[in-house]
């Protein structure tokens, strides 16, 4: 049993690509009643606020915050609500603004009320010197402003825990694939995206990346199940890499991604017109090394490109 059990959970950023499918599992762990989502928009009928007790929260807004912790005995946050890395690049100001700023806001309500808070990190994290299989110690030199704002929220976090003694935890999330939640302005969409073309009456789509880019990738189901292992896993597990753990999936190209749709779906056709997003995924690694994952706390993924494809589409026709 794990030692959450009975914790009274907040997610922020709830509505999100990450927060629909946390918040599902979170319900059916630990109860509907004792898992609060949040976000700071409504969207009506979406199934975090349909399923149990749901508030509107702006993570600038730190009265707010101490309101929601105080008056729901919080004792665990999942902090979720950021600008991901396409978004973030258009509006750099608001990127800052609500990835670190909002941050700094949980971790000084985490501070002041004893709570277990997880900070997710990105691949994002890497910049174009580090190895094309990224080490869990190596230079984090990003590109990017989301990039940099993960660099940012990883230090802020080992801050907190050194000094403070706020129990804060973190994984660097690979590109994540759904079929229950849409996509989030982030650099990997086109994975989630083809799926929806695949199976649409056109059954084409328009690749914003090369056909031989290459990035690690991960299943939302896997990435699920490590974020609450990981959350699970008692404190005296945890090393250095407390804040921003390599998780490693898969890795595929576009081009291979692709392929495997098209044994499913033999009139598929993916072209390609690389933008901006390019940019970004050309300065991240092919593949992660994940061993410090799995010496401190076993952790292991599940699915590979062939079990996710046939998953995605699946549940996405069903």
Known sequence: MSELAGSRI??????????????????????????????????????CILGGPFSVLDVLDEDRISKIVENENIRVIYHLAAILSAKG??????????????????????????????VPSSIAVFGPDAPKHAPQ?????????YGITKVDCEIMGMLYWKKYGVDVRGIRYPGLISWQSPVSGGTTDYAVEIFHSAI???????CFVRPDTKLPMMYMDDAIRATIALMDVP????SDARC??????????????????????????????????????????????????????????????ATLVNDMLLNLKR
């Open 244 to 305: 921003g753990y390599n998780i490693s999936g898969f890795s595929f190209t576009a081009e291979e991604l692709s392929s495997e749709i098209k044994k499913h779906i033999p009139n598929f056709i993916c072209t390609y017109k690389p933008d901006i997003r390019q940019r970004y995924a050309d300065s991240w690694p092919n593949s992660v090394d994940d061993s410090v994952a799995r010496n401190d706390w076993n952790w292991s993924a599940n699915f590979k490109l």
């Open 89 to 118: 690049e258009e509006n750099p100001e608001l990127c800052e603004l609500i990835n670190v700023v909002g941050t700094r806001n949980i971790l000084e309500a985490a501070k002041r009320y004893s709570i277990r808070v997880f």
């Open 137 to 145: 110690i190596t230079p984090l030199n990003p590109t990017t402003k």
């Open 235 to 238: 404190i005296e597990s945890l």
């Open 200 to 206: 649409s009456s056109f059954q084409s789509y328009e």
């Open 10 to 47: 907040l997610v922020t950023g709830a509505l999100g690509q990450i927060g629909t499918d946390l918040v599902k599992s979170l319900r059916e762990i630990h109860g509907s009643e004792n898992i609060i989502a949040s976000d700071i928009r409504v969207i009506p009928n979406h199934p």
